[in-house]
């Protein structure tokens, strides 16, 4: 007999919740709430508009395709997850658990997915998919992003999972249209 659904969810998430007690705990070394809160606010756009206009300048026409294609996704993931944390609603876990610790202020009040590492997954493929010589930058990048947000107490690892699912999801889904 299988459990009901409830009893699997209630299970999932008490699984999400103890990881995320746990990575969080790193966060109490200031060094690493400065370095992950240095690369969340990275991660909030600036990374990847720098990499968009230096790949312009130094690739001039041969990057217009790129950057506008990491634009396209860009917008659509945008879109995206703002309407799927607004059909979902999820608290943060900072807000539930007392033994979370957030030592940045998020950008929106709900948790899932995570837009960072959404945007973070989706903008870095499109790139290497184009430039595969930025893996070797992008790829460290995009993990750090994606740990940020559970470091820093924003995420579950599961908002986190979605978000680069979604991204994998809109970046392959952008080189088939």
Known sequence: MQPPMNSVLA???AADTALCVLINRINRARA????FGAISR??????WYVLMALL????????LKPVLHMIAVGLIGFWLYKWLKRKTLRPR?????TTITRTTAPLDEFSFPSGHTLHA???????????PWLAPV???????V???RIVLGLHYPTDVLAGAALGYGLATLSFLL
């Open 138 to 144: 992008l790829l460290p990048f995009i993990l750090l």
């Open 121 to 131: 997954v989706g903008f870095g493929l499109v790139a290497i998919a184009y430039f």
């Open 146 to 148: 994606a740990l940020s």
């Open 32 to 35: 690493v709430q400065r370095l």
């Open 56 to 63: 312009l300048i130094l690739e001039r026409e041969a990057a």
């Open 11 to 13: 299970r999932l998430n």
């Open 42 to 47: 990275l991660g909030d756009g600036t990374f």
């Open 93 to 97: 876990p900072c807000d539930l658990h």
